[in-house]
């Protein structure tokens, strides 16, 4: 069983920054690509970013790149999302995932075995 717990998030003006963390319960964490996906009110769940089990590969979503970083701590069992120059449209509660099964980069929600619970971020303008 893996838990993940994020935290970090909160109230910002538009142009700050925040970084979101994510800890998780697992007993080998780096066996497990993680990504960050992120649900605005009344819409679907997408995909922010992703990093690989090694750490040595990132993906990120076009609205997001560029203004958002992906790392993760194997020693630390966690996993992060700097964020930067944050815009109103990027209000959402943020989720963190782990997947166990695919390699490489995983970009569909339905790849990911496991979830946080979320932290909200709130960009105003």
């Known amino acids: 069983q893996v838990q993940l717990v994020e935290s970090g998030g909160g109230l910002v003006q538009a142009g700050g920054s925040l970084r979101l963390s994510c800890a998780a319960s697992?007993?080998?964490?780096?066996?497990?690509?993680m990504g960050w996906f992120r649900q605005a009110p009344g819409k679907e769940r997408e995909f922010v970013a992703a990093i690989s089990r090694d750490g040595g590969s990132t993906g990120y979503a076009d609205s997001v790149k560029g203004r958002f970083t992906i790392s993760r701590d194997n020693a630390k069992n966690t996993l992060y999302l700097q964020m930067n120059s944050l815009k109103p449209e990027d209000t959402a509660v943020y989720y963190c995932a782990a997947d166990y099964v695919t390699s490489g980069l995983p970009r569909n929600k339905k790849d990911y075995d496991y979830w946080g619970r979320g932290t909200q971020v709130t960009v105003s303008s």
């Open positions: 697992v007993r080998s964490f780096s066996n497990y690509a």
